[in-house]
């Protein structure tokens, strides 16, 4: 038996789309999601009992973690051994380093690392269509978060098209001080603002084209969020951050997914480095990443 560490990625959304809300509840979107080199780390070891510990990295808010029982990766795990019918057992250990509540799907990346991690130590050879299925169930992100890269995402945002992408984009992720945002909050304050929205969600056509010219400047023009008004009115700072950025000399800034994080298109690493010095000055977390890079994936296997 032996110890499985499997790593997940955040993600960007490059373009997020939303239509107005379904009958279920939930917003169409149209969305391009795009994996970016931050990280989550889930490592697994064999054991007759269960038990999920989590570790923040220093930029991590460790005091907005879920409580121990009530997190996604306990759910990933109750999800996976019901389709095996088989019991929940193992030592989870969490390490975060993506942003917790932040639009980056850092919840979403543990619950398909844990997936992953889980379906090698129970040696259960999940079918990944079955995984994907287990995923979707979980929450909107989470193939997004099993599959990574750079992909289409439509219905809720489960329904998955890869997009090739060989650019190399450089961003700085720049985590806001103070609370994260709950998604749902954004999306009623986003159903507040756009009484009139369409059922029919942005399409993505501009930004696609943008990622097949490897162009940092066309992406940055092509960058689109609809949750954006909604994060900006719930927490007024972020228009402050995204300005500072732009004016730093980024492409483009926009809100992650719900937010609060920001993100912003820079031309290359350099550049990148540059932009985030600068927003050092008024912002406790300033990150670089690059993407797209891989869903989630094994990284060691230790003999135990
Ligand atoms: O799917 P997930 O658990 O991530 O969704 C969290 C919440 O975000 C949902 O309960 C819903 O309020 C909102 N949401 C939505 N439309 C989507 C995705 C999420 O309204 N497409």
């Known amino acids: 038996m032996s110890a499985v560490t499997v790593r997940a990625a955040a993600k960007i959304n490059l373009h997020l789309g939303v239509g107005r809300p379904r009958p279920d509840g939930f917003h169409p979107l149209v969305t391009v999601f795009h994996a970016v080199s931050l990280y989550d780390d889930v490592t697994v070891t064999p054991a007759d009992d269960w038990q999920v510990t989590t570790h923040a990295a220093g930029h991590v808010d460790g005091a907005a973690l879920p409580d121990a029982g009530d997190n996604i990766v306990d759910r990933a795990a109750a999800a996976l051994a019901r389709h095996h019918a088989r019991p929940v057992t193992g030592r989870v250990e969490v390490h975060k380093s993506i942003p917790v509540a932040g639009g980056m799907a850092g919840g979403s990346a543990d619950a398909a690392a844990a997936l992953v991690a889980l379906d090698r130590v129970w040696d259960l050879g999940t079918s990944d ?17 099993l599959v990574g890269g750079t992909a289409l995402g439509e219905g809720r945002g489960e329904l998955l098209t890869p997009v090739a992408d060989d650019g190399s984009w450089w961003w700085v992720v720049v985590r806001a001080a103070g609370d994260g945002l709950s998604t749902p ?61 732009e004016a730093a000399g980024a492409l483009r800034g926009l809100v992650s997914g719900s937010g609060p994080t920001c ?21 406790p977390t300033v990150l670089v ?16």
């Open 129 to 145: 269509d079955d995984l994907l299925a287990l995923a979707a169930e979980l929450g909107s992100d989470v193939p997004f978060s």
């Open 185 to 245: 909050a954004v999306y009623r304050r986003y159903d507040e603002l756009r009484p009139d929205a369409s059922p029919e969600p942005a399409p993505a056509g501009v930004p696609l084209a943008a990622l097949e010219t490897r162009d940092p400047e066309l992406l940055a023009n092509a960058l689109h969020n609809d949750l954006q008004a909604a994060a900006v009115d719930l927490r007024p700072d972020l228009a402050d951050t995204i300005a500072t950025g």
């Open 263 to 283: 993100v912003f298109l820079a031309r290359d690493a350099d550049h990148a480095r540059e932009v985030a010095g600068e927003l050092r000055d008024g912002h």
């Open 289 to 304: 990443a690059h993407g797209p890079v891989a869903g989630a994936h094994v990284v060691t296997v230790e003999a135990g």
